[in-house]
C-alpha cells in the first residue's frame, strides 16, 4: 500500500555576523603627492623654529603636519609647545584634542574641545570634533547636542549628518538615522561610510532591495577594494528575494576576499541547497564546520542536505552532532526523527518528535510525522490522535486523511476510514479512491 511521508525539512537563511563596522571618525587616505606636501610643510615649521624656538605658530602648523600622517605623538609634543606659548589658540586646542582622540584619550580631547569652543564659539569644526569624543565614550546624549550645534553652525556639514546618524542608530532611532544618513549623501554623493552604514540599517530592518542598492553604489565607489562584508550581505539580501544564484555569486566575491569567514560558506550552502543543489551545498557547509566546528547551525543543514541525497546515517550523525552543541529546537528534533524513521529506528523517531511538538505544539510536520512513527509500531489510537491534530493544524493535509483512515481501519471503524478517505481524494491523495474501493463499496 502507497503511503506518502512529510517530511520537516528546515533550514534557516541567516546573515553573516562579520558586518563591517565604519570608525566613528573615518579618515581618508593620503595620496602619495598629499604625504611629499606634508613632509614639506613639516621641513619648512622646523626651519621656521630653528630661527625662532618661540614661534607658536610654526609648532601648530608642524604639529598639525604630524597628525596628518598618523605621528601623533610627535604632533603631541608640538601643540603642547604650541599652547604654552600662545594659550589663547583655539585651533591649538581642536588639533590637541583631535590628537588625543587618535591616541584613545577622549575625555582629554573633550576638555581641549571644550576650551577651544570658548576661544572660538561659532567654529563648527570644534563641536563636531567634541561630538565624536563624546560618542567615543558612550556619552551618546552630549554626542548628539554637539552634532546639533555643529548642523546649526554649518548646514551643509556631510560628516556632521553622517556622526549625527551613528548616534541615532546606537540609540535605537533607526529611521531617524536613516534620514540622516540621506541627507549625508545628498551632500555627498560619494560618501561611502554613510552608504556602509545605511545598507546596515536596511540590510536589519528586512529592506533587502534598498540594501542591495546601497550595496552597489558601495561596491561602485570602493574600485576594488570592497570589504567582503559587503559582498557576503548583499548576497543574504539577495537569497532572501530568492536570487540565489545571484547570492552564490556574491558569496564567492566574498570568499575570494576572506576566505575564512565560515559564515559565508554556511550561507553559500544555503543558497545551493535552494538551487537543488544538495552535494554543493554538502560541500560548503563542510567548509564552514572546518572553519568552525561549533557552527551548529552548519551541522544541522549539512544533516539536511544529505538527506536530501539519501545519505540517512550521514545526516543522523550530522543532526545529533548539532545537538550536542546546543542547538536543540522543534526543527533539528523532527529532522531527526524523519532520519531514524527512515533508519526504522521507529521509537527513537517517535521520541524525537515527542521532543519537538515539547518545544512548539504547532509543529504540523512533527505530529503527522509521530502519527506515521505510531502506525509503525501499532498504537493506532495514538496515531489517529496525531493525525487529527496535524488536520487540526493543517485541514488541507491529505496525507493526515488518508493515514488516519489507515489507522481507523485497524481499529474497526471503517465507516470513519472510508469518509477520511473520501476527504484525502477530494484534496488530491487520489490513491484513496482504490482504498475506497477495496473497504467501502
Excluded at 481499529?411 to 488530491?428: H, P, Q, R
Aim: net charge positive; aromatic share 10%.
Amino acid at each position: 500500500m502507497n503511503r506518502r511521508y512529510i517530511l520537516a525539512l528546515g533550514f534557516y537563511l541567516i546573515s553573516a555576523s562579520g558586518f563591517a563596522q565604519t570608525p566613528a571618525n573615518p579618515t581618508n587616505p593620503i595620496t602619495i603627492s598629499k604625504k611629499t606636501e606634508i613632509k614639506n610643510t613639516i621641513e619648512t615649521e622646523t626651519g621656521k623654529i630653528k630661527s625662532n624656538p618661540n614661534n607658536a605658530d610654526a609648532y601648530l602648523e608642524r604639529g598639525i603636519a604630524w597628525h596628518m600622517i598618523d605621528d601623533n605623538r610627535k604632533a603631541l609634543v608640538d601643540l603642547n609647545k604650541a599652547i604654552s606659548l600662545n594659550p589663547n589658540n583655539a585651533k591649538a586646542y581642536h588639533y590637541r584634542g583631535k590628537v588625543k582622540s587618535s591616541l584613545g584619550d577622549n575625555r582629554g580631547a573633550v576638555s581641549d574641545q571644550s576650551e577651544a569652543s570658548k576661544l572660538s564659539p561659532k567654529d563648527s569644526k570644534i563641536f563636531l570634533a567634541r561630538g565624536i569624543a563624546y560618542f567615543q565614550m558612550h556619552d551618546n546624549k552630549r554626542a548628539l547636542q554637539d552634532f546639533d550645534k555643529t548642523i546649526i553652525l554649518s548646514p551643509n556639514t556631510c560628516e556632521a549628518f553622517y556622526q549625527r546618524a551613528l548616534v541615532k542608530n546606537k540609540m535605537g532611532y533607526k529611521m531617524d538615522a536613516l534620514n540622516d544618513f540621506f541627507k549625508a549623501t545628498e551632500l555627498n554623493p560619494n560618501h561611502l561610510e554613510s552608504y556602509l552604514e545605511r545598507s546596515k540599517i536596511k540590510f536589519q530592518l528586512n529592506n533587502h532591495k534598498g540594501a542591495i542598492k546601497d550595496f552597489n553604489k558601495i561596491i561602485e565607489l570602493a574600485k576594488g577594494d570592497t570589504p567582503a562584508e559587503v559582498f557576503s550581505n548583499r548576497g543574504v539580501s539577495r537569497a532572501t528575494l530568492g536570487d540565489f544564484k545571484g547570492a552564490v555569486d556574491d558569496y564567492n566575491k566574498a570568499i575570494i576576499i576572506d576566505p575564512k569567514n565560515d559564515d559565508v560558506y554556511y550561507n553559500k550552502g544555503v543558497a545551493r541547497f535552494n538551487l537543488g543543489d544538495a552535494n554543493g551545498a554538502i560541500e560548503d557547509y563542510s567548509k564552514a564546520i572546518e572553519l568552525n566546528d561549533k557552527n551548529a547551525q552548519a551541522w544541522h543543514d549539512r544533516g539536511v542536505a544529505e538527506f536530501e541525497s539519501g545519505d540517512n546515517n550521514q545526516a543522523l550523525q550530522d543532526y545529533n552532532s548539532a545537538i550536542s552543541l546546543g542547538l536543540k529546537n522543534d526543527i533539528v528534533f523532527s529532522n531527526r526523527g524523519v532520519v531514524k524513521y527512515m533508519l526504522e529506528d521507529y521509537k527513537g523517531a517517535l521520541n524525537d518528535y515527542t521532543t519537538s511538538l515539547e518545544m512548539n505544539s504547532k509543529n504540523e510536520k512533527a505530529c503527522y510525522n509521530r502519527g506515521m512513527a505510531r502506525l509503525k509500531l501499532k498504537d493506532y489510537k495514538g496515531a489517529i490522535k496525531d493525525f487529527t491534530h496535524a488536520i487540526d493544524l493543517s485541514p488541507e493535509n491529505a496525507d493526515a486523511y488518508f493515514n488516519r483512515a489507515e489507522a481507523k481501519r485497524h481499529i474497526d471503524k471503517t465507516n470513519s476510514s472510508c469518509m477520511d478517505w473520501s476527504k484525502a481524494g477530494e484534496l488530491g491523495y487520489y490513491e484513496a479512491y482504490d482504498m475506497i474501493k477495496q473497504h467501502c463499496n
